[in-house]
């Protein structure tokens, strides 16, 4: 609402009525919440017009800065700048994010060591292609935790010290990953298995660790502190179920969370393989679910010269900074919930698509399953076909509908 010029939620709300009741001579569209043709048709119908005024309404805080949205304002302004209609300038703006994360996907693939394959997999996921291509917050937030993955594995096998260069683009990923959802502030804790002597010795690890950890810590409170205490003061005036309950009536969570995953683990499997494309209103197979897993699963058999030689600990951190995530998410979901409720809803398979690479090469290069030969483009040839078929089977849902 900013890059168009807007300006308060009630300014919006008089711009509705007069366009409405016909005091203002433009046309209105409301951007369709619903994916099917006729959502299409209208979009195409004003690509060209120049007389169309967009109207987005928000009736709830966004939880993300303009950092997040950073590539897509360079696109809208730029589109501005050249004047381009309405709908050219929000697609240019989405045109910049998908560049963004290509690059972000890019340079984390390439400065991994090893294992590139497996990387490159997360990044060519379905949900990742869906969501690196939107306009959403997401689309930055995927694609810099890819490039954090691979700037936190380049270190760990690094024998040379810290450069400030890289020192430069640990903070930038710490701004990326704290920008949208400040719960993967998790993530960081990756970088404590660091050896000390890529830091320049224990006391300037302790200090640059420090400086990070203080670095995400006041991100996460600018982002999510407002939004966090707005909506406890929600739940208490909705009888929504409080937070408190973690540790007030820590059994009762537990069995709550775990009725959670026994009911909703169909949705976060698929969700997070590409069943589910984020807000679309249908499903996609979920042979594509199952395929895309173990297309991931047989890329961590190979191993090479250049694998990453993962220790015990790195193992278990990863695991752990995955199940972490996921304990945090629920317990962020909380307040969505009413207070008799039998599962905790709100969170989302592709929640975990930041950290899934963690996961994976934590039980990379095991030698109970070991590949020797080399098969990733193998792999990623598939991972194509499998996006290839999502796309023609998710037009042909559109236009049907």
Not at 270 to 292: D, H, K, M, N, T
Request: proline share 2%.
């Amino acid at each position: 609402n900013m890059l168009m010029g807007k300006d308060s939620k009630e300014e919006l709300f008089q711009l509705n009525a007069q366009m409405v009741s016909g005091e203002k001579d433009r046309r209105l569209m409301s951007l369709p919440t619903t994916v099917n043709r006729e959502s299409y048709y209208g979009i195409f119908a004003v690509m060209d017009a120049k007389d169309v005024e967009i109207l987005t309404l928000h009736e709830r805080d966004i939880n993300a800065t303009a950092v997040s949205y950073l590539p897509g304002i360079l696109g809208m302004t730029l589109g501005r700048l050249l004047q381009l209609p309405i709908m050219k300038t929000i697609y240019m703006g989405r045109f910049f994010s998908c560049a963004a994360y290509i690059g972000l996907c890019y340079f984390g693939i390439k400065k991994i060591p090893g294992n590139k394959g497996t990387l490159a997999l997360v990044a060519l996921l379905p949900i990742s292609l869906h969501l690196g291509s939107s306009f959403s917050y997401d689309s930055l937030l995927l694609g810099g935790a890819i490039f954090f993955t691979g700037l936190v594995f380049l270190l760990y096998e690094q024998k040379k010290e810290v450069s400030v260069t890289q020192l430069l683009l640990l903070v930038l990923s710490v701004l990326i990953l704290t920008s949208g959802k400040g719960i993967y502030f998790i993530m960081l804790g990756m970088l404590v298995f660091v050896p000390a002597k890529v830091w320049g010795g224990k006391l300037k690890q302790k200090l640059y660790l420090t400086a990070l950890g203080s670095l995400s810590a006041i991100s996460f409170v600018a982002n999510m502190g407002a939004l966090l205490t707005k909506r406890g003061e929600v739940a208490l005036e909705n009888s929504s179920m409080q937070t408190s309950i973690i540790w007030e009536k820590p059994i009762e969570f537990l069995f709550l969370a775990i009725n959670t995953l026994i009911s909703l683990v169909d949705i976060y499997f698929r969700g997070l393989f590409g069943g589910y494309l984020g807000w679309f209103q249908f499903e996609v197979p979920v042979v594509v679910s199952i395929i895309a897993m173990i297309l991931l699963l047989i890329s961590t058999f190979y191993v090479s010269e250049q694998s990453v030689l993962i220790k015990k600990e790195v193992r278990f951190g990863g695991i752990a900074v995955f199940l972490l995530l996921g304990a945090a998410s629920l317990a962020a979901a909380i307040s969505w919930n009413s207070e008799n409720a039998a599962t905790i809803g709100g969170v989302q398979g592709r929640y975990f698509l930041q950290v899934l690479p963690f996961a994976l090469l934590s039980i990379s290069s095991l030698k109970q399953l070991e590949l020797k030969k080399d098969i990733s483009r193998l792999l990623i040839l598939c991972m194509v076909c499998i996006n290839v078929y999502t796309l023609l089977v998710s037009m042909n849902k559109i236009l049907q509908t």
